[in-house]
């Protein structure tokens, strides 16, 4: 039985693979990557306020002045949150950012709903 063989064994492998999980096991529980995460967290979330802010000065006002009763159909909403959703990823790329995997791509669209709301107020 040479070295290699040993390295190479399912024990030896089980073992670093063991030893890998403990060692980021405790990395994630540090300290410094809760913060790590909230900054990444954070900035994304400054993307999408970005990105709606946008959508809203460019497209919903625009439809919004012209419509007779200044509201939007179904269908414009819709078309605005899609609007804000994939500039909000753009503008995440562009900050090297993945907005989708930070905020879940379930949770983004609630993420977009509370800053609409947010600018909405304002």
Known sequence: MTL?????????LSLVAGLAGTIWTAVQSTSWFSKLNRDRVQRALRCVESAVRQVYEEY???????????????????????LARDRAV?????????????????????????VLARVKRS
């Open 4 to 12: 290699t063989d040993i390295f190479t064994s399912d024990p030896a």
């Open 60 to 82: 919903v006002r625009a439809i919004k002045a012209a419509s007779a009763d200044g509201t939007l159909t179904d269908d414009e909403r819709r078309r605005a949150r899609e």
């Open 90 to 114: 753009a503008i995440a790329r562009t900050e090297g950012i993945d907005l989708v995997a930070t905020l879940g791509r379930e949770h983004l669209d609630l993420w977009i709903e509370r």
